[in-house]
């Protein structure tokens, strides 16, 4: 299987149609068509449903369209790498939760960018689950991830910062008048909260003294990431537990409730052991410890 022949074939994926793919490509239709054909010969399963107007993926085209993506991307990643030997270059692949404490990474970066204007990022968001998913699959360098996580396998930075773990509630929502909630009050609430499954997000049980027992809350959805969460907490549906000074929840229609008694939670940046770094990272996770004082 050649780069190239997985070039083509995410080209047709992408204009869902073997003419239009073979004008973006600027190779001859029935070329394009027999590569396409010799790659499903080759992994001995079919990638299209072809029809008159279109040609979509099946189940199997769609798996190998996601692996050819992250390939080509650690294809381009390396020829980046390795093309640059004199002067720091090349891209910091940065997986984060939502999080305040991602303002270090940041500072760090631009920071890097100002002696060394050649490194790029890229960002991902996503919940901690989704993001060690990532960093277990290569496709970031660097993982930052709200606690409770299980850094045995990593090596990592615990960051200063702490968020406040609390609740999103609409401003004019029967909860909106509170100061703060309670084991009691918590209980009551129609709660959105974080998909994570690999690890528990916010220890309650401990938080309330035994009052909150698993099972006990009502849970009326779970969310990944808070911005659509918080147009339920708008409307009054539903109230979002999570943590406080994210930038989609500062709006008027919109309070942060904190816990009582009061509850924290860090953050580690986390890449995976023994891992050779490219100039760039090597750089970053220098820079990084710099903005720590470490």
Partial sequence: ?????????????REQNMT???????????????????????????????????TML?????????????????VQQTEDEM?????????????????????VLTDAFAELRRNHPRVTCQLYTG????VEERLE?????????????????????????????GVVVGTHSPWGMLDAVTPQTLVQMPLLVSSRTTHQTFDLATWSNGLVKPGQLNVVGTFDLIGNAALLAEAGTACVLGIDHLPELQTSRLRFLPLEPALT??????????????????????????TLGQ
Wanted: charged share 25%; hydrophobic share 45%; proline share 3%.
């Fill in 58 to 74: 099946t189940a199997d085209g769609m798996r190998l369209r996601q692996r050819a993506e992250e390939i080509l991307q650690l």
């Fill in 127 to 130: 919940n901690a689950d989704a």
């Fill in 265 to 290: 939670t860090g953050s580690v940046v986390a890449w995976k052991r023994h891992r050779i770094f490219s100039p760039a990272c090597e750089a970053f996770l220098e820079q990084l410890r710099a």
């Fill in 83 to 103: 093309g640059t030997k004199r002067e720091v270059a090349g891209v910091v692949r940065i997986g984060a939760g939502e999080t305040q404490a991602m303002r």
């Fill in 137 to 165: 699959r290569g496709l970031v360098d660097f993982a930052l991830m709200i606690e409770p996580v299980n850094v045995e396998k990593y090596d990592h930075l615990e960051l200063p910062a702490r968020d406040t773990v």
């Fill in 20 to 54: 239009e793919a073979a004008n973006v490509l600027h190779v001859t239709q029935p070329t394009l068509s027999r590569q396409m054909a010799d790659l499903e010969r080759e992994l001995g399963c079919a990638l299209f449903v072809r029809t008159n107007r279109a």
């Fill in 1 to 13: 299987m050649e780069l190239r022949t997985l070039k083509y074939f995410l080209a047709v994926a």
